[in-house]
């Protein structure tokens, strides 16, 4: 039987440090929040577990930027903000079973969405790379708020303000198609 648990990590950073440092960065931000109780600058880490029979199987973990200032960069007199970074994890002997799609796809319908909603005045994002892009890109996500290069030598203008922009559309150009 599978279910899903949705929390912020500092509340099962024990159960996390258990698996041991399967993922490296994942492992930093464990370790820190069981010495510190609090990320830094206003950062939250909120997880969605997998569980499969009671065992964790995977997770999926939002670096949630939403609280902080400097992640909102101004160019060209247009605000950007950036919401969070992308994560995925599955416990080595349950990959490839499907379960990190299904924690793609609930990370987005508990998390993402009801972010994105509340931003009309912002161009807002989240950042997806290595193996999230693909698990993001199978998701419902509008292509105009996933960022996939970000950790990139491309510029702010290249690797955000023209994506989105020809994302957006891309996705106008689709609908117009439609009509």
Not at 58 to 72: C, Q
Not at 85 to 106: D, M, P, Q, S
Request: glycine share 4%; proline share 2%.
């Amino acid at each position: 039987m599978l279910r899903f648990e949705h929390c912020n990590v500092k509340t099962c950073t024990h159960e996390l440090l258990a698996l041991g440092q399967a993922d490296m960065k994942m492992w930093y931000i464990f370790e820190w929040l069981d010495k510190h109780e609090e990320l830094q600058n206003g950062t939250q880490a909120e997880i969605i577990k997998l569980y499969a029979n009671d065992e964790l199987v995977g997770y999926s973990l939002f670096e949630n930027f939403e609280a902080r200032a400097d992640k909102v960069t101004v160019h060209q007199g247009v605000n950007y903000k950036e919401l969070g970074i992308i994560h995925f994890v599955t416990v080595i002997e349950h990959r490839n079973k499907g379960y990190a799609t299904l924690l793609a796809n609930a990370l987005l319908k508990n998390i993402i969405e009801p972010m994105l909603a509340r931003y009309k005045d912002f161009h807002v994002y989240v950042i997806a790379t290595g193996r999230a892009v693909p698990l993001m890109e199978r998701t419902d996500i509008p292509s105009k708020y996933l960022i996939k290069q970000f950790y990139s030598d491309l510029s702010f203008e290249e690797k955000v303000v023209n994506y989105l922009r020809k994302q957006e559309q891309n996705a106008l150009n689709a609908v117009a198609g439609e009509i």
